[in-house]
């Protein structure tokens, strides 16, 4: 009997998306965080018990099944689920996407976390910082403007950032209307 892989804990994930970084993605939003920045846009994803468990070698699975160039970890916090994120993202490169992650945690307190140098090294883009409400941006994949995006190798440039629209929307074949992006409209947004 071998033994279980990692898991994380997901919110939610969409196949392919054009607003969560350069190209087309994979977004897998994390369920869990605990820093509470006020106006948050996804209060959903704060309770850490939501959600349901996902083993990465399943996520992994569906990323390759989509053919997006690249895969995002949004949430959530992704730092508080580490190990799984990292496993998570060394797959993704594995198979020759791109990472990138969006994170409360600002660069200095994700050296400091465990397992987040590790994280860092597995980056091609980092989008760092609480959201600020009253720093509200929503453009260039930033939420508010004390944010950074930090091209952490030479896979993109800052005109593939600026390219990424502030926001898109999708309608399930239930009719469900999903919002995601920087710059989401007052409707359900992941
Ligand atoms: S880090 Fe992100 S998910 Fe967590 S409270 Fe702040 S904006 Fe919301």
Redesign the pocket.
């Known amino acids: 009997m071998t033994a279980a892989g990692p898991t994380l804990r997901v919110h939610a994930v969409e196949p392919r998306s054009r607003a969560n970084g350069p190209g087309t993605r994979f977004v897998v939003w994390v369920q869990g965080?605990t820093?509470?920045?006020p106006g948050?846009?996804?209060?959903g994803?704060?309770d850490a018990t939501a959600g349901r468990d996902v083993e990465v070698a399943e996520l992994l699975a569906q990323l390759a099944a989509s053919g997006a160039e690249g895969l995002t970890v949004s949430?959530?916090?992704p730092l508080e689920q580490a190990a799984g994120v990292l496993a998570l993202l060394r797959g993704a490169r594995a198979q020759g996407r791109s990472t990138l992650v969006?994170?409360?945690f600002a660069l200095d307190e994700l050296r400091a976390r465990p397992l987040g140098p590790e994280i860092i090294a597995e980056l091609d883009v980092l989008i760092d910082g609480?959201?600020v409400a009253r720093e509200r941006l929503g453009v260039g994949l930033r939420?508010s403007a004390n944010q950074q995006v930090r091209l952490l190798t030479d896979r993109y440039a800052e005109a593939d950032i600026a390219a990424v629209p502030e926001a898109e929307v999708r309608i399930g074949p239930d009719g469900a209307v999903v919002l995601s992006g920087v710059a989401p409209l007052p409707l359900r947004r992941r």
């Open positions: 965080c820093l509470g920045c948050c846009f996804n209060p994803t704060h949430g959530g916090e969006f994170s409360g609480r959201y939420g």
